[in-house]
Structure formats: C-alpha cells, structure tokens
C-alpha cells in the first residue's frame, strides 16, 4: 500500500538533495569542527557556509545564528535567557495556541512565581491585539508568539506585534517553526530579538534547530559547555544535521514562491473538494491569514481518532487536534482557545501539505475520505441521515 | 497511534450490530458530544426475558465503537438477569484487553446496558446522584468511587481511565485523591478481620514495593522486608538510608506510619543490623 503523507506539519521528509549533501559528514569528513587540524578545519568551512545560508533564508546575518538541538531548544533557551538577562522583570506575554515546547515552559515560569499572560484568539485563531497591546507592562521581561500556528496554520501579524513591544523595550521571541520555509521572513528590517526554526519541519532532518538572536540583544546560554557557537551554545555540532539544515534553507529559498503557489493549489483543491463533498464540514482559521499547507477541518457528529484510522487504511496519513489520539480527553487547546463547538472539534483533522504532495494523492484523498465520514456517520447518535444533525448532542 | 488488539480492529473497522434499531423495548443512552464519547444502546427483549437483537450508536474513538460492537455482539441470545452481571471488564476480556487509557470506553458500554435494563422494567434511570467532582466531564464522585472499587483503581491517572475524571484541567485532582484514599482505606476495614499471617506478610510486601520503595529511591535509598514476627516488622535499610543519621525517623514517621494505615494499624517497624 503507498503512503500518502499529509502531516508535514508533524515532520518532513528530508530531502534528496539534503541527504546528499549530509552523507558524506557522516563518515568521509566526520573531523571536529573545533579542531585545530585542516581535516577538521575543513568541516569548519562547511558549518559556515550553512550558517550563511540559514542567514540569507531568514534575511539575518551569519553571527546571529545559533545551531541548537530542535525548535524545543529553540524556544526555551530564547525564553530563559530573556529572564536571565532581565531579571527585575517578571512578567511573560503569550498567547493561548502556542505548542507545548512554549506552553508547557510558560506553564512552568507560572508556578516559580512568574507572572504569564495568554493573549486569547478570535474563532478564526487571529490573535486579540488590543488585548495584546494593553498586556505590555514595564514588568513585561519577554513577549513569546508563535508565526504561524501548527494546527490551524494561522499566521500572526508578529513583526506589528514585535513592533509594539519594542517601543516598551520589551524583548520579542517568536517561535517559527511553522512559518519558515513557507513564508518570506525577512529580518534584516525587523523588531523580533530572537527567532526559533526546527529542521525537520523544512525536509531537513530531525535533531537540528536554529536560534536566531538579533545582534545586539542580551543573551544567556541555556546550554553551557564548550566555546560552540561562541559560547551561546556549548556541545560539539551536530555537523551533518548543519548541513544538511544549510541545504534545505537555501531550497527553501529558490523555491518557496513557486512550490507555495503549487501547494496552496493542492491544499485549496483538497478543502474545497471536502466542503462540497461532505456536509457539516468546516474549515478551522479560514477566515484568517494562513499558511498555504496546512488545512484543519472539522466535521461534525464524528470523533477524529476513527477517521485517522479508517484513513490509515488507505495509507492516508494525516493528524487529529481530537483528544483521543493525544493521551488527553480534551479536544487541542488551539480548537478550545478557537471557541470551536464540541460537536465540531473532537472530529477535526488536521491535513499538511508539503512540496512533495502531488494532485493525484489528493485525487485519492477525496475518494476515500467522503465515504469514511459517512460510514462513522452512520454509527452515531446525533447524525441523522438526511443531514439534519440533531441538536441533542451539543 | 495507541495499539489495539485484533478483535478491537477487527470491531472498529467492521463494527457489528451498529445503527438505529426502529422497534427496540429497551434503550440506554450515555455521555454526551462534549465528553467525546457518546453511546445509544437498542435491546429487543421477548417475552421470555431473553435478548433478541442489540444494536447501538455511538460517537467516539476505536475503541468506543469497539466496545460498543463487542457489547452487543455479548448482549444477544442472553437473558435479563445474565445480561445484569456484564461489567465493564468483561468488555475488556472480550476484546482481548483494551489501551489502559481508554478504559472508558468499556464503563461507557455497561452504563448504556444498566439504562437500558432499566427501560426495559420501566424503571426511572438511576440520576446519577452524588456531587459532580470533575467539572470538565461532569464525573460525579459516586461513580469514581465505583470505579475504584470495581477495578480496584489507586492512582488518579487510574480513575481518569476509566471515568475521564481528571482529564481535562486538571482540578479535580487533589478531590479524586482523597476519594482513593477514602475508598481503599474503607477496604481495608473490611479484609481487617480476616487478615492471616500470610496475607499480611503479602500486603506488606506489596505496600513496600508499591507505596514505599519508589520514594526511597527517589532519595537514592531503599529498604528490605528482612522477616515478619506477629506485628513487629523488622527491615533493614539500604542505599542512602543506611548512612542517614535521619533514617529511624524515615522509619517510624513514614514507613510504619504507610505500613499503619494500609496493612494494619498495629505495626511496628524495626531496623535489623546485620
Ligand atoms: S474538573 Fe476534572 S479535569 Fe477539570
């Protein structure tokens, strides 16, 4: 059976050109970077040029990027350094939809007596700005906000919103991971201080993140170890992964505009086709800004673990903001925080879309879903055939 | 992905007995859309007691639908009073074992049976009396205290389970706590009487395992049952117990003071030196 994989939102495949580039850092020229000899020196050259392509991805420069572990990494050590580094502050700003990696943290800072402010979202997942405008104090230490949204793939006005906290000199973080790749990001002109990219979300592979700290800011490492990444970042280089992460940056670079027209078509044929094809269906953040992969839509009387199921049965790979698939009982905090009804949010599915998707699997797609959604209708209490769901259930 | 057992699949993917049943003479009805699990449950009983037809819908997860698959494919051919005595386990075993996390899904099939055994006598459904503890699910205390007896639950992540008490915010925790408390130390009030020596030598073992040893070991220590004598309990400690000066507290103010409360209340714990 073939695989047809639409949750590039989860991870990606590493590309062919970026393997290429890695495999020979893997036993060919595996010297340290740090060494002092030419056959390490040589794997020094390397990291700079992927430093250097990183940077022109994102419009920054070479020395303001740091190689971490993972987009986790990322975002924590931009976190802590920025109360490390205002430590007569005490107050986090954030926003209710950002991934576990800032949440959970945020959650955590809470219990050690920080202050946390979730900023609330609107029903397409727009972030509230006047409610994000009067959150800023002079305690305010760190301003966190995700570029774009995971689940929903809702994008955040964040340079307006890193504007407005830099004019209260308030440090702005913002967790990218989604955004990069898909989106232009240009830093060169930009009030964001630090910037969080995981590898494995752009066809680079897993194991590698960036931070990008803005020239100028204070920072604190988190990691404290060798003089790596001149001491922002202790620990020998994960070489092959900064490569690697090199060479995915720069497609990402040459390609974005036409492979974002070519998925954005895919995606817009995947969801109209699911909208007409299947009744009380609905497209979570539609009305927003989003990115052109990502697709999460809802369909109501139906529970989301079973449709991922049944999809896996056509090797359809997808994922569920449904509670039942992530160990929780809730439907995802993002679909929560959206006001998304209970009827429609335990059966949401979250479809991403990456450049390797073809026409032809969303073809497939749209055959079978259709007749797996009313197959789990047709088990459930509150669906009743003629389409007129009953109202008992919510 | 959670692992499913093949008769789950094999009950997810070709449910059996699913959709509406037009002339059934006993129907549950359980949970609810915000719950995210939800189970209609049709009987057709004839004259003689005996259950014709089950059929069911339902809204939820694999193993939702399993359970709800399993239970009517159990439900037929049974009389009332055999259909009484099915609990949620039984479910369970029937669909060789179900993902402890979604135990749920089997309580949520035999609340559907005791509703609609109910119907059928034109009984009033039991209201679910007792105070709502789990706010986010609407689980009341009575049926947490059901569940921990019945499966003789002892942890809250347990109850939440089997019930989904406690899965949502989080703020019920500390009350499903005391209700665990409460319910296994009523327990022990009964067996109490009965207690022989091997049993108590048993439980001892296992309230060390289970209650004690793992916060040793935290603390980088442990402990050893050496031998049991009436209701002198002789131990000796290990690891970072045996250096610390603290260890006799450690002994009488927690170690006996567990012992006490989940064995038998008049034990006393001795350290041996070897
Ligand atoms: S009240 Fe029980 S989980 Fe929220």
Not at chain 1, 247 to 256: I, Q
Not at chain 1, 327 to 343: D, K, W
Not at chain 1, 363 to 385: A, G, Q, T
Not at chain 2, 132 to 155: K, M, P, Q, W
Request: net charge negative; with cysteine.
């Amino acid at each position: 059976m073939r695989t047809i994989y639409l949750d590039n939102n989860a991870t990606t495949q590493v590309s062919p050109e970026v393997l290429e580039a890695m495999l020979p850092y893997f036993n060919e020229y595996y010297g340290n970077p740090s060494s002092a000899h030419t056959f390490g020196g040589q794997v020094a050259a390397k990291l700079r040029k992927a430093r250097e392509q990183v940077a022109d991805l994102l419009g920054a420069r070479p020395e303001e990027i740091i190689f971490t572990s993972c987009g986790s990494e990322s975002d924590n050590t931009a976190i802590l350094s920025a109360l490390r580094t205002e430590k007569e502050k005490r107050h986090i700003v954030t926003s209710r939809v950002e991934h576990p990696a800032v949440r959970s943290l945020c959650h955590y800072l809470e219990k050690q007596g920080y202050k946390v402010t979730e900023i609330p979202v609107d029903r397409e997942g727009r972030l509230d700005m006047d409610q994000y405008r009067v959150s800023l104090t002079r305690d305010t230490a760190l301003v966190t906000l995700m570029w774009a949204n995971n689940e929903t793939g809702v994008i955040f006005p964040v340079e307006e919103a890193a504007r407005m906290a830099k004019e209260r000199k308030i440090l702005f973080h913002t967790d990218a991971v989604q955004a990069v790749g898909k989106i232009p990001i240009d830093l060169s002109n930009s009030a964001i201080d630090m910037l969080s990219i995981s590898g494995h979300k752009l066809h680079a592979p897993k194991g590698i993140g960036v931070l990008y700290v803005r020239t100028g800011t204070r920072f604190s490492p988190f990691l404290i170890g060798g003089h790596q990444e001149r001491g922002r970042r202790g620990g020998t280089e994960n070489t092959a992964g900064i490569i690697g992460l090199g060479k995915a940056c720069e497609m990402a670079a040459e390609n974005m505009e036409k492979e974002n027209t070519r998925v954005k078509a895919l995606r817009d044929k995947l969801e109209t086709g699911i909208l007409s094809l299947v009744p009380n269906t609905r497209v979570n953040g539609a009305g927003a800004e989003r990115l052109p992969n990502t697709s999460n839509i809802s369909f109501e009387f139906v529970e989301g673990e079973a449709i991922l199921l049944l999809m896996d049965e056509h090797g359809i790979c997808a994922s569920s903001g449904s509670a039942c698939t992530s160990g929780s009982l809730q439907p995802s905090h993002v679909l929560r925080a959206m006001g998304v009804p209970f009827t429609m949010a335990h059966g949401s599915i979250r479809f991403s879309l990456s450049i390797y998707n073809t026409e032809e699997e969303i073809d497939f797609v749209l055959e079978k879903v259709p007749p797996i959604i009313e197959k789990l209708r047709s088990y459930s209490p509150f669906w009743k055939p003629e389409g007129q769901a009953c109202a008992s259930g919510t | 992905m959670w692992e499913y057992s093949d008769k789950v699949k094999e009950h997810f993917l070709n449910p059996q007995n699913a959709g509406e049943m037009e002339d059934a003479n006993a129907v549950g009805e359980v949970g609810s859309m915000a719950c995210g699990d939800a189970l209609k449950l049709m009987l057709k009983v004839d004259e003689n007691g005996k259950i014709q037809e089950a059929k069911f819908q339902t809204f939820g997860c694999a193993s939702a639908i399993a359970s709800a698959s399993a239970l009517t494919e159990m439900l037929k051919g049974k009389t009332i009073e055999e259909a009484e005595k099915i609990t949620n386990q039984d479910i369970v075993d029937y669909l060789g074992g179900l993902p402890k996390e979604k135990m749920h899904c089997s309580v949520l099939g035999r609340q559907a049976l005791e509703h609609a055994l109910a119907d059928y006598r034109g009984q009033p459904v039991k209201e679910q009396e007792g105070e709502i503890v789990c706010e986010c699910f609407g689980v009341t205390d009575l049926e947490i205290e059901r569940a921990i007896r019945e499966n003789n639950l002892s942890t809250v992540e347990e109850v939440t389970n089997y019930t989904k008490a406690g899965g949502g915010c989080e703020g019920c925790h500390d009350t499903i706590r005391e209700i665990i408390a409460r319910v296994r130390s009523e327990k022990k009030r009964v067996t109490r009487p009965k207690l022989s020596n091997i049993q108590k030598i048993r439980m001892i073992e296992e309230t060390i395992e289970r209650e004690i040893r793992p916060s040793l070991q935290n603390d980088g220590g442990d402990i050893e049952l050496v031998d049991v004598i009436g209701n002198r309990v002789l131990v000796a400690t290990r690891g970072a117990c045996a250096t610390c000066r603290a260890s006799e507290l450690t002994l009488k103010n927690f170690v006996e003071q567990k012992l006490r409360e989940l064995v038998w209340p008049e034990l006393v714990v001795e350290e041996v030196t070897e």
